[in-house]
């Protein structure tokens, strides 16, 4: 019977740490490194009466605060200076803008509404890295005539995912965790594939997409070769040529 009893309290307990740890770490908001992000109060107007406090990482430091009867609105700059001049206030809702992030901006940030009663709220906020254009060269050190081999790429990245696509569907794919590493994928097209090929770089929350132009792409370094060399002396003799004629009427 008692352990029965403690099976119960075990699982009220569990659920009651669940709730509150949803609730510690309530509404996720991500955003690109250089955008700014909103931290809503939800709030249509403050109270007369109400005190707000935007507070910030684990020793919840007070980077902003709001007493509408005293006419207090502060922002501050953060212990390390972080948000110097990144931050604005709503007046009138309370929500906070931090503007032009950085990594360093990432973190779980609480707002504390006092009024008749104290309510809060807290934003997890990620910042992700601007994710930079993947960039398709070919593969000259291994071609043949029927098909052209191509690679894409990208330099110091992290928490991303690289993909080849034909029209919409996936063809392969490659991770990076957090390190910041460089990825490259390879590609074996043949010259007369008709399929819309594109190299998709994703993270969570935004992508960057090269398309693949084998005519241009794959011509000049593979099949290219030849083709060149072919205007090259075409060329060559055709001024060989121009010469002749102009020397021969010079001569006349
Ligand atoms: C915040 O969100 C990120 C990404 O979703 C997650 O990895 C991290 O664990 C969260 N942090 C907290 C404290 O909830
Ligand atoms: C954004 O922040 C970076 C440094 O973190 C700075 O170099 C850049 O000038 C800032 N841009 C704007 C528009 O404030
Ligand atoms: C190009 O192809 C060769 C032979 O298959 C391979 O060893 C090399 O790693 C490839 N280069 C790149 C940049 O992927
Ligand atoms: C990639 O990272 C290395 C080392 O951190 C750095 O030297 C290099 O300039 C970076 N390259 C780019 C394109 O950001
Ligand atoms: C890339 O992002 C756009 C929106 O920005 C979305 O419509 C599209 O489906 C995304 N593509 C991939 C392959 O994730």
Same mark, same amino acid.
Not at 100 to 105: A, F, I, L, S
């Given at each position: 019977m008692n352990t029965k009893y403690l099976r119960v309290l075990t699982l009220v307990i569990f659920f009651i740490c669940c709730w509150s740890l949803t609730g510690v770490f309530g509404d996720s908001v991500s955003v690109t490194e250089g955008d700014s992000v909103t931290l809503n109060t939800d709030l249509a107007e403050i109270h007369e009466d109400e005190d707000i406090l935007w507070k910030c990482g684990a020793k919840y430091f007070t980077i902003a605060e709001i007493s509408r009867d005293s006419g207090i609105f502060f922002t501050h700059d953060g212990p390390d200076g972080r948000f110097r001049h990144r931050l604005k206030l709503d !007046?009138?809702?309370g929500s906070l803008t931090i503007m032009?992030?950085?990594?360093? !901006?990432a973190g779980v940030y609480e707002l504390e509404i006092t009024g008749v009663k104290v309510t809060s709220k807290t934003f997890n906020v990620s910042v992700y890295a601007r994710l930079p254009v993947p960039v398709i060269i070919s593969n000259s050190s291994h071609c043949s005539s029927s098909s052209c081999s191509v690679v894409c790429s990208v330099l110091n990245v992290s928490d991303v995912t690289l993909s080849w696509y034909a029209g919409m569907s996936v063809l392969s794919r490659i991770n990076a965790s957090d390190l910041s590493i460089s990825l490259s994928l390879p590609l074996e097209v043949e010259y007369q594939d008709k399929n819309t090929y594109s190299c998709v770089l994703n993270n969570p929350i935004s992508n960057q997409t090269t398309h693949l132009d084998i005519n241009t792409l794959c011509r000049h370094t593979c099949a290219g070769a030849p083709v060149s060399l072919i205007v090259l002396i075409s060329a060559g003799s055709l001024m060989i040529v121009a010469v002749v004629v102009i020397f021969c009427i010079c001569r006349k």
């Open positions: !007046h009138q809702t032009n992030t950085t990594t360093e !901006h």
